[in-house]
């Protein structure tokens, strides 16, 4: 069972609600000033909850079921805790008749600044994490900015005078998460190059297309462990192309270890990218990530790929693997802008038995219509598994579709397109 974005924002706030609640009168827990109090301490976990998974730890990712996932939840948990220190911020989270105290001492003003900074801070983050118009390499630089920032919130909280103290359940619940969020910072900004899975790579091949490249990359001396359709965070060692940035794997897994990326043109970063990188240049993969793997058990597979989302499905093609006679791939393309070509996608679909269905006129093509609905028609539609990578407008045809022809939703396994 995977955990849910929705899972873990309620846990940590019902958490925080319960615990804030034993210290405070029971005649009071109904008034603003204690949901108020509440709000805050469930604005500051949520903020440590999303700093941990921010560190791309391994084991959060198999909770979620793929990195994708872990961000969509990071994402969640930041517009929740401005929610959260919104409505804290607005009322006062206090009464004159409580036995009130300051973890820690500072002056009137110092406590004053922290507690707007803290709440200017948390907008300033998430603000950030949502505006997509800011180039990428600015947003990377003011990113790294979010561990030190959520230590001004933590600052607020020790000198806060509140019922919780430091050996309260509430208390302790606030140490443990800001603990657990600081450490995940500093892993993140300080250690995670250095101690991550890693391994440095030489461009060996680029095949240009007209807003793309395929780029191949040989080990230079250890190579990266990772399975058809998972992604790396490709960090190239060229002044202006350092910004690690995430793409699919486009190759099975070989014997020199080569790794295959399919770029396209999608923003400043990647037209950087895609227009200087040479032959010979160094760079780092980070990697594997993803839990987009192809479920060979199924009795029939429908893989849908729109534009550069076919790169996974590329890789699955690459692969070793069996039972591609029960595979059809819908690719999803802009004519003039198929990378690969058409052609190409079609050679390697017949060589391994799977068949293509070219769709160059979008979710509404006849073609794509017709097709799904035989297959709906020609096999169980429970027993009908989609593979999807692509942009969510597509997705969410892809599932009407679903629905019309009565195949379950729990049959379709698809990745989050964006990251940001």
Known sequence: MQLKSWQLVLFVVVVSFMLTAAEIPSADR?????????????????????????????????????????????????????????FHFLFKAGIKEWEVAAIITLAPDLTRLARQLSYVALVFIVMLALNRNIPYNVWRWWHKLSGPLFLIVIVHWLSFKSPITLTSPAGLWLAFVSILGVTAAAYKLLLYRFVSNHAEYEVAGIAPGASAVHMQLAPVGKAIDFEPGQFGFLRMKADGLREPHPFTIASAKSADGRVDFLIRILGDYTGRLVANTKVGMRA???????????????????????????????????????????????????????????????????????????VPDGPASQAFRQRFSEIAGETEPAEVEISFCGPKGLLSKVQEQMRKHGIPELNLRHEYFEFR
């Open 30 to 86: 109904f008034t603003t000033a204690a949901i108020s109090l509440s709000a805050g301490v469930a604005a500051l976990s949520l903020m440590a909850v999303s700093a941990l998974l921010g560190a791309r730890w391994g084991f959060i990712e198999t909770c979620f079921g793929g990195l994708d996932r872990v961000y969509q939840a990071h994402k969640w948990l930041g517009i929740w805790a401005l929610v959260f220190a919104s």
């Open 284 to 358: 780092d993969i980070y990697a594997p990530y993803g839990r987009f793997k192809r479920l060979q058990s199924a009795k029939r597979e429908v893989w849908i790929g729109g534009g550069v989302g076919i790169s996974p499905f590329v890789a699955w093609l690459k692969d070793e693997a069996n039972h591609f006679n029960r595979v059809t791939l819908f690719y999803f393309y802009t004519p003039g802008r198929d990378f690969p070509a058409v052609e190409l996608m079609s050679e390697m679909a017949q060589q391994r038995g799977a068949e293509l269905v070219p």
